[in-house]
């Protein structure tokens, strides 16, 4: 059922998808079923004029920390992490595509002759002609995690929201999974997050929201209409903003 766009807090929205998401229950890869899924919840606030850009991890096909970890150079292991964001955001496009979403990818890294380079001029008219954009390869750096690169990608193209989708309904101060009085957070500052060292972000990401005034919100992807929901500013999972409230 289609909704004003002025029943919406947020309309320009930052989505970052970890790779792990798009593996569904399979283990490894890419599950189509999610694909699907995705592109529905994302056609639904889409149709509505919310404009939508999304980062997507590469953890589901390789993880650059793993890598180093087991002797690798970091730095090649990151490129080869970046390389498989680029294999997700593709297939998110096609999913995106069949779905009547129309979609760019726009890589960090120069891939003529699959995606266009990222340029931020280029995203923001994108956007504006409603156009959902898929940020591909992280930062184009070593060293800087999917998480960084989404934060710097939201304030950059000036998003009013971050939203984080997890597996998780919010932001709790120990794992809910193993510790059952775990307490979760409705409203969250960025130096508590960053000073119980709270998985949310990296220190990094978290940081630059906070200079930036960039709110997160930190969502189960999982949930039934849960984008246009927490969109709309209503009480879906954690938000992170300057100061408690």
């Not at 120069?110 to 994108?126: L, V």
């Not at 002609?129 to 950059?156: M, Q, S, W």
């Not at 949930?223 to 100061?243: I, Y």
Request: aromatic fraction near 6%; charged fraction near 25%; glycine fraction near 8%.
């Amino acid at each position: 059922m289609s909704t004003s766009i002025s029943e919406y807090k947020y309309h320009r929205v930052l989505l970052k998808l970890s790779g792990e998401a798009l593996m569904g229950n399979t283990g490894y890869g890419i599950d189509p079923a999610v694909l699907e899924r995705l592109a529905c919840d994302i056609k639904a606030v889409h149709d509505d004029g919310i404009e939508v850009a999304v980062v997507v991890g590469g953890g589901n096909i390789f993880r650059g920390l793993a890598g180093a970890a087991a002797g690798m150079d970091r730095s090649q292991a990151d490129y080869m992490g970046m390389l498989a964001t680029v294999i997700n955001s593709l297939a998110l496009q096609d999913a995106f595509e069949s779905a009547g979403l129309p979609c760019r990818v726009m890589s960090a890294i120069t891939m003529a002759e699959i995606c266009e380079p990222y340029i931020r001029r280029r995203a923001m008219h994108h956007l504006e002609k409603n156009i959902v954009c898929i940020f591909a390869a992280g930062t184009g750096n070593p060293y800087f995690t999917t998480d960084t690169a989404a934060a710097l990608r939201a304030c950059e193209i000036d998003a009013e929201v971050l939203m984080k989708a997890t597996n998780v309904d919010g932001i709790y101060d120990k794992d809910p999974k193993k510790s059952p009085d775990a307490k979760r957070f409705d409203t969250i500052s960025y130096l508590d997050v960053l000073t119980r060292g709270l998985q949310v972000m990296d220190a990094t990401a978290t940081a630059l929201c906070n200079d930036n005034s960039m709110p997160i919100i930190v969502f189960d992807i999982n949930q039934t209409d849960v984008l246009r929901k927490a969109l709309k500013g209503e009480p879906v999972g954690t938000v992170v903003v300057k100061e408690e409230q």
